[in-house]
DNA sequence: GCCTCGGAAGTC
DNA sequence: CTGGGACTTCCGAGGC
């Protein structure tokens, strides 16, 4: 029976296999359909091929001699075929041709022979299902057409026929086109790449499936465990106790029947991905088939050939974790629910507690805390129910997580502007999700796709960005303007692309030309680059996504707004990943001059502004690599501060008005073709006690807000008390009043020192490294080279000692206590009120009356009160009695 | 006790 | 191995 739907690609592999006596490979794809079934595509018709050219060609002869050599060459399939003239790296066009592989695990000793024939090989670096898109154009959302070959309970009755609900006769035909029998999905369709085009993006209904464990902390065995399942916003819970092999079994059955795209916990990349690892491999170390039925989470057929091992990698059933890097579960997406509200929410401290109440404050029910984590035998053994309701509890918060934080439909978005999968847009890095629109384009324009750049390759640092100096003070009335994507625009407007790097030394006046190093590159007109052009697109479709969005709001279509919503700022977040990538030494696309000419021109344009703003008169009060803050021409006598007598009122609202207009006046002189300065804010007043990176603002345009940039407010490694007298102080300062600012603080630094403040206030969490040394069974710090002479290494070694988790990378939170004996170093007691509650540990007044006086002094320092001053206590209250 | 330096983290 | 550099701050170590 053939069948026909649009679904979203979550993930792809491809399998090697023999069709007839040819060697074949089949794609498979994993994908979620827009109705919400799980379907797998056997995708077949594509051959795995790599480039080849001679290097030693200047492209005016012919096919050189020894190409008859080449499909001699060991798994080489056929004969190379021509792909016409295409521009190389070093900026010769040279005949090229494509040589297909037997399959795809013989691509490096293929690419490896040929070159050692002296072949210049390329694209052949580049994952099948990846070639797949590329080659078809596809994205992430797709209509596939092609026969039903299986179809499990949930799958659509309409698909249901005698042949495809027989698992006998199914898995016969799954063989039959290169599949390893039957997956745990819904349906099974076998395809050919005729039966894909691309589709427009929809909000796929993924499943989400949240797991955790409570283990023994005596024996490292799983006590209990629970997983929470997420179908279209219905919840099935699963509490789950016995053997811990038994625990291990039903949570894996719950896996494979529940069958989820996204696979998420608190903390599973770092904790119960690699116990569940650990304790597999502890019961049985008899078989990888008898191991699969406790860890078999792959989206494979459980049998014998997806469990074996391959060659330094574990079979595909497995979670796998190479190199210490992110986990792969094949088929589907583990996505760490503390790794999203890490990225997105940059907490002060990351227990799912300490989230929780950052999220849900009201709410006492997810925050609540029964259980000592840090005795959970003890706490196992006394009252098992309890523990195994807080099991559940903390698998339902990382599904309420994910779901506040968009991070799924994030991800989705990214894929579909990308045109990646969405395991590449959830999982990889930058690199990857540029590779699809870079290569794609290359392809389709001619340009041959080197390889990325093996080994690390030390190279000097590209200048960056400049950083205008800011003197101490406050300055009243002062605008913000901001250069619209400034990198992408830069590269734009002087078509700068290795594709369009003139690299012979050649001069033509229709070249652009960096400021100060004078790279060139050529006209638009004569070639537009590569990069260029994909930034144009980008800009265009979010231009295009952004008015969507308005006319999704204005005819109140809620759902297709939030669609375009996350569009659009997935493409931004694109844009601006474009430089980063161009301007690393290892990209395939890049070259040392690319990152530097981007910089050069962007620290030119930015100078060349700030110099005539000054020459008209006008004080530049700060500016950083793309913004520029001016001082307004507003009467000096003007108030600061909105007054409360709405007589004043006008001489505060003129000011206000004064201030716009030259925003506006600013941006349109200074806005050029290519170059688009935006008014971004307006400040009533701004404050700097002279340090870049550093400043406050009240914002009267177009919210009205305080604007904290860099300050201890702003850090993690800060702590609240300092955080919120800093804030405070900063609003009367912009109010203009520096001696209740100053007054304050001493008030803030006495009860520090009268020991009166609660602890919770003066937590301090910095993230601390460190590996686990499965041979000595410990934690290991040896990154640092002296690892006890840093507070958070010794906080974290206390959160070890007291049986909590330790994971590498995490915040870890202390409190400073008075030295202890015989030590100079500063005494540090690890934070544990948050999971163990208890009483919390008394701290060293001195210290942070130090430091709150050093952070707040620096600042009261721009009026003539420093440290000492603000140290010495006395509140100087008569200076408000008159 | 004062100063400088380097390691490390964090932010923009 | 798998986006960049500029900049500030904190802490401990070590010299004098």
Redesign the pocket.
């Known amino acids: 029976m053939s069948w026909d739907d649009e679904v979203c690609i979550v993930s792809g592999d491809n399998r090697a296999w023999q069709q007839g006596d040819r060697p074949s490979t089949v794609i498979e794809l994993w994908c979620r359909s827009r109705a919400g079934h799980s379907t797998l595509l056997l995708v077949n018709g594509l051959r795995p091929y790599v480039e080849i050219s001679d290097p030693k060609s200047d492209g005016s002869s012919g096919d050189p001699e020894f190409l008859g050599n080449v499909s001699s060459t060991r798994d080489v399939q056929g004969e190379p075929e021509p792909t016409g003239m295409k521009l190389s790296q070093d900026g010769v066009t040279r005949p090229h041709y494509r040589v297909y592989v037997k399959d795809t695990t013989k691509v490096r000793s293929v690419r490896k022979a040929l070159s050692d024939s002296g072949w210049r090989v390329t694209s052949a670096d580049i994952l099948f299902v990846q070639r797949l898109l590329l080659d078809l154009d596809l994205g992430p959302h797709i209509r596939a057409s092609g026969e039903v070959l299986w179809t499990g309970d949930r799958a659509p009755e309409a698909a249901k026929t005698a042949e495809t609900t027989d698992p006998s006769v199914a898995e016969a035909r799954i063989r039959e086109v290169g599949g390893s029998g039957i997956y745990p999905v819904d349906m099974i369709l076998s395809c050919d790449i005729d039966g894909l085009e691309r589709a427009e993006p929809f909000p796929a209904p993924f499943v989400t499936l949240s797991f955790d464990l409570e283990t023994s902390i005596a024996t490292n065995h799983i006590l209990c465990a629970a997983a929470v399942v997420d179908r279209a916003g219905e919840r099935t819970e699963y509490p789950i106790v016995g053997e811990e092999n038994e625990i291990m079994e039903r949570l894996t059955q719950v896996v494979r029947s529940e069958d989820p795209d996204f696979i998420t916990g608190y903390n599973i990349d770092n904790f119960d991905l690699p116990r569940m690892e650990e304790r597999s491999e502890f019961i049985d170390t008899e078989s990888e088939i008898a191991r699969a039925s406790l860890l078999g989470w792959g989206r494979v057929p459980l049998n014998e050939s997806e469990a074996k091992k391959g060659w330094r990698k574990p079979g595909r059933l497995f979670p796998n974790r190479e190199?210490n890097?992110v986990w792969t579960i094949r088929g589907r997406i583990p996505l760490d629910a503390w790794w999203q509200a890490r990225q997105t929410l940059?907490p002060q401290r990351e227990s799912l507690r300490y989230v929780s109440r950052l999220l849900w404050p009201d709410d006492e029910e997810m925050q609540k805390m029964d259980i000592d984590a840090s005795k959970m035998d003890e706490e196992w053994a006394a009252r098992p129910d309890e523990v195994l309701d807080y099991c559940v509890r903390d698998t339902v918060l990382p599904l309420d997580i994910l779901d506040r934080l968009q991070s799924v439909a994030r991800k989705e978005a990214l894929a579909s502007v990308s045109l990646t999968t969405v395991d590449i847009a959830a999982t990889?890095?930058?690199?990857?999700w540029i590779d699809s629109l870079v290569i794609r384009m290359a392809d389709r324009r001619g340009f041959a796709v080197p390889n990325?750049?093996?080994?690390?390759r030390k190279q000097d640092?590209?200048?960056?960005?400049?950083?205008h100096e800011v003197e101490p003070g406050v300055e009243p009335w002062v605008v913000v303007l901001d250069f619209k994507s400034m990198y992408p625009s830069i590269m734009i407007s002087n078509n700068i692309c290795s594709t369009t790097l003139v690299r012979d030394g050649s001069e033509d006046s229709s070249h652009s030309v960096s400021p100060t190093t004078k790279t060139r590159y050529i006209s638009r007109e004569e070639r537009l680059g590569l990069v260029p052009q994909l930034l144009e697109g980008l800009m265009d479709s979010r231009d295009r996504h952004k008015a969507a969005l308005a006319k999704a709001n204005e005819e109140g279509d809620e759902a297709e707004a939030f669609l375009q919503d996350q569009l659009q700022y997935a493409v931004k977040i694109l844009m601006?990943?474009f430089?980063?990538?161009f301007?690393?030494?290892?990209?395939r696309f890049t070259h040392p001059s690319l990152?530097a000419s981007i910089?050069e021109w962007a620290r030119h344009n930015i100078k060349g502004i700030i110099s005539r703003v000054e020459t008209d008169g006008y004080d530049v009060v700060y500016s950083?690599?793309d913004s520029i803050f001016v001082r307004a021409p507003v009467d000096s006598g003007a108030p600061m501060n909105r007054p409360e007598e709405d007589a004043d009122l006008e001489a505060w609202e003129g000011a206000k008005q004064t201030t716009l207009d030259f925003g506006d006046s600013l941006a349109e002189r200074f806005t050029r073709e290519g170059a688009e300065l935006e008014f971004e804010t307006a400040l009533s007043s701004f404050f700097s006690?002279g340090?870049?990176?550093?400043y406050v603002g009240r914002v009267v345009w177009p919210r009205e807000e305080m604007m904290?940039?860099?300050y201890?407010v702003?850090?993690?490694?800060s702590f609240q008390l300092l955080s919120s007298t800093m804030t405070d102080m900063f609003e009367m300062i912009l109010d203009g009043d520096t001696l209740a600012a100053v007054d304050m603080t001493k008030g803030v630094i006495d009860r520090v020192r009268e020991g009166s403040v609660d602890p919770a206030q003066l937590v301090?969490?910095?993230?601390?490294?460190g590996k686990w040394d499965s041979k000595k069974n410990e934690w290991d710090f040896s990154?640092?080279?002296?690892p006890?002479?840093?507070?958070?290494v010794r906080a974290a070694k206390q959160r070890i000692a007291a049986g909590l988790q330790f994971t590498p990378g995490m915040?870890v939170g202390y409190v400073?206590t008075e030295p202890d004996e015989g030590d100079?170093?500063?005494g540090v007691r690890a934070w544990l009120v948050d999971e163990v509650g208890g009483d919390p540990p008394e701290y060293d007044k001195e210290?942070y009356a130090g430091?709150l006086a050093?952070?707040l002094g620096?600042i009261t320092e721009a009026f003539g009160w420093d440290e000492k001053n603000l140290l010495k206590g006395t509140r100087q209250s008569s200076l408000f009695d008159f």
């Open positions: 190199q890097r940059r990889s890095t930058t690199s990857r990325t750049n093996q080994g690390p640092k590209i200048a960056g960005g400049y950083v601006n990943s430089y980063g990538v301007a690393s030494n290892f990209y990152g910089t950083d690599t006690h340090a870049k990176k550093r904290i940039r860099g201890e702003r850090r993690t490694d301090i969490s910095r993230s601390c490294k990154v640092y080279a002296n006890d002479g840093l507070p958070y915040k400073v100079k170093k500063l210290y430091r050093k952070s620096r």
